[in-house]
T-cell receptor, first 114, second 114 residues
Framework: DTEVTQTPKHLVMGMTNKKSLKCEQH?????MYWYKQKAKKPPELMFV???????INESVPSRFSPECPNSSLLNLHLHALQPEDSALYLC?????????????FGPGTRLLVL | AQSVTQLGSHVSVSEGALVLLRCNYS??????LFWYVQYPNQGLQLLLK??????LVKGINGFEAEFKKSETSFHLTKPSAHMSDAAEYFC????????????FGTGTKLQVIP
């Protein structure tokens, strides 16, 4: 089973709202990632978690707050977002963060900020 | 630093014709290379990956890619295009860095004409 699930599929929020994106995998992967993808662009890495600890933050604004409560779950908490944050947010996982591990992606959450 | 270049942001082929999507890589160490496909409003699905075991790699849905070190290329091919192949295709490279850093190309949108 190489499945990464994400909820919700779609999310519309105002700039004063607080919402969370959820990602889940049961493949025993110990590395999980958040990517942001704007229309007609490749994914851009936001965060990397390794063994439930944040290992990489690609200079993401603090209005995005990741959380990894256990080895299967990854959340992305959203607060005071801007319209330019509207994008497809993709979660991925890999066995480890070692080089050359294959990343498996979820279907994404399409976020619209009004 | 590692990078990939995808030649042609849009490629159109007739149904039943050969599909050829081009990818050239740049890496200071032997890379791992990936092709991902993204259907409209969906996440990324791994098509195939090169891990140095064999230069000709077969993937899902009839796609294959050949690693050519002399040309620093990893082009994706399929002998006969199907309407369902219409999607965005991303070439990606992984191989250096202290963590799982995957660098994506800018993508090629494949259109299949009936």
């Amino acid at each position: 089973d190489t499945e990464v699930t994400q909820t919700p599929k779609h999310l519309v929020m105002g700039m004063t709202n607080k919402k969370s994106l959820k990602c889940e995998q049961h493949m025993g992967h110990r590395a999980m990632y958040w990517y942001k993808q704007k229309a007609k662009k490749p994914p851009e890495l936001m965060f990397v978690y390794s063994y439930e600890k944040l290992s990489i933050n690609e200079s993401v604004p603090s209005r995005f707050s990741p959380e990894c409560p256990n080895s299967s779950l990854l959340n992305l908490h959203l607060h005071a977002l801007q319209p330019e944050d509207s994008a497809l947010y993709l979660c991925a996982s890999s066995l480890r963060t070692a080089n050359k591990e294959t990343q498996y992606f979820g279907p994404g959450t399409r976020l619209l900020v009004l | 630093a590692q990078s990939v270049t995808q030649l042609g942001s849009h490629v159109s082929v007739s149904e039943g014709a050969l599909v050829l999507l081009r990818c050239n890589y740049s890496s200071s160490v032997p890379p791992y290379l990936f092709w991902y496909v993204q259907y409209p409003n969906q996440g990324l699905q791994l098509l195939l990956k090169y891990t140095s075991a064999a230069t000709l790699v077969k993937g899902i849905n009839g796609f294959e890619a050949e690693f050519k070190k002399s040309e620093t290329s990893f082009h994706l091919t399929k002998p006969s295009a199907h309407m369902s192949d219409a999607a965005e295709y991303f070439c990606a490279v992984s191989g250096t860095g202290g963590y799982q850093k995957v660098t994506f190309g800018t993508g090629t949108k494949l259109q299949v004409i009936p």
